[in-house]
């Protein structure tokens, strides 16, 4: 069966410092990746996607960026945290259109 | 183009009783439809899901959906609520138009609170 890691489960950065959060998939191939961020009191914005190793699509301008070094690992990034990047942040992953998505657990960061 | 609705922020209903959450979605083709849970400080969770195949869907933990496309309606629904059962929950619509991995559209999110 499929499953999805993601990690650090909570993190606290000062502004200004870099940040990576990570994501493998395991049991699936070539697999749909996505980030979101549930900022408070708000619903999900999907952040990146990528359809493949080095694809990556962004959905909105933003001081993130996502990478795809290996089919099954996805990484959330920046050089510079700004107070407002806090929030929840999750990984998910799934099949082409119209197919579902599986969410893993979520990292909260605060920026502070 | 797609979007979704949930039609309440809050629901509250006491332990036992029946739930209703309400979902309005628009899409300009066959649609895919979702609803996920999602408990404090977690990931979401797959509840169930419609594909166009039986318009009543059963779903995890008691919880069942029905697709009534001349209301463009997707409600969730549960004949009695459980104290676990108290978290937020996203209806998703995505369209089957080929268009890959950004065409999933979420809801704003129905906080259910269950009174004990």
């Known amino acids: 069966s499929q499953t999805i890691h993601q990690w650090p489960a909570t993190l606290v950065q000062p502004v200004g410092s870099p940040l990576s959060l990570e994501c493998t998939v395991e049991g699936t191939s070539n697999p749909n990746l996505y980030w979101y961020r549930q900022a408070a009191g708000r619903g999900l914005q999907l952040l990146f996607y990528?359809?493949?190793?080095?694809?990556i699509s962004s959905e909105v301008p933003q001081n993130l960026s996502a990478s795809r070094p290996q089919d099954r690992q996805f990484i959330l990034s920046s050089k510079k945290l700004l107070l407002s990047d806090s929030g929840f942040y999750l990984c998910?992953?799934?099949?082409?259109?119209?197919?579902?998505?599986?969410f893993g657990e979520g990292s909260w960061l605060t920026v502070v | 183009a797609q979007s979704v609705t949930q039609l309440d922020s809050h629901v509250s209903v006491s332990e036992g009783t029946p739930v209703l959450l309400r979902c309005n979605y628009s899409s300009s083709y066959s649609p895919s439809l979702f609803w996920y849970v999602q408990h404090p400080n977690k990931g979401l969770q797959l509840l169930l899901k419609y594909t166009s195949a039986a318009t009543l869907v059963k779903g995890i933990n008691g919880f069942e959906a029905e697709f009534k496309k001349s209301e463009t309606s997707f409600h969730l629904t549960k004949p009695s609520a459980h104290m676990s059962d108290a978290a937020e929950y996203f209806c998703v619509v995505s369209a089957n138009s080929g268009g890959g991995a950004d065409g999933l559209t979420f809801g704003k999110g129905t906080h259910l609170i269950i009174q004990p």
């Open positions: 990528s359809v493949g190793i080095g694809q």
């Open positions: 998910a992953w799934g099949g082409y259109s119209g197919n579902t998505i599986y």
